[in-house]
């Protein structure tokens, strides 16, 4: 599916309306330039899964917990890994028992991810316009 969205608040609501089509556990890949909006879209799955603090990027801690009530999001950012190798030595999972796994900078890693269970998202700027995004949501 491709959607289209107009300012950061619409990138917010739809990953959170996508949130509720995915059950627990599942994996979010997301890829993008910098700065098209991975985390932003990030903070919708966080408030679609029920938490409602604060979602940060996780550049410099790699990972970043999130509890809901029914489950836990990690939310990942792979952008400083420099090899498979290091991405272990972190405790990297793909996917994990009763958790949302959310992946910035996938790239390098898309082998380690289960076929069934993840959705891949990528998020491009349109129309030279600061605020439009295209959202391509496959599985
Ligand atoms: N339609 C939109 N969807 C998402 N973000 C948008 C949109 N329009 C403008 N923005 C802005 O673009 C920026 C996206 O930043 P964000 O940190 O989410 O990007 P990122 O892809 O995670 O970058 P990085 O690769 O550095 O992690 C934010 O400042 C956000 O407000
Ligand atoms: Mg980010």
């Not at 599942?26 to 890829?31: D, M, S, Y």
């Not at 999001?73 to 420099?82: E, G, K, S, T, V």
Request: hydrophobic letters at 30%; proline letters at 3%.
């Amino acid at each position: 599916m491709i959607y289209k969205t107009h300012n950061t608040d619409e990138t917010i609501e739809l990953a959170a309306k996508l949130a509720n089509e995915y059950p627990v556990p599942h994996t979010f890949c997301l890829k993008g330039d910098l700065g098209a909006g991975k985390t932003a879209f990030t903070r919708g799955l966080a408030k679609g899964y029920g938490y409602d603090g604060r979602v940060s990027s996780p550049t410099f801690t790699i990972m970043n917990i999130y509890e809901c009530v029914n489950t836990e999001i990690h939310h990942y950012d792979l952008y400083r890994i420099a090899d498979e190798d290091e991405l272990y030595e972190i405790g990297f999972e793909a996917q994990e028992d009763n958790c949302i796994t959310v992946v910035e900078w996938y790239d390098d890693y898309v082998h380690l991810f289960p076929k069934e269970g993840t959705t891949f998202v990528n998020i491009m700027r349109v129309d030279s316009n600061d605020d439009y995004r295209q959202i391509e949501v496959s599985e």
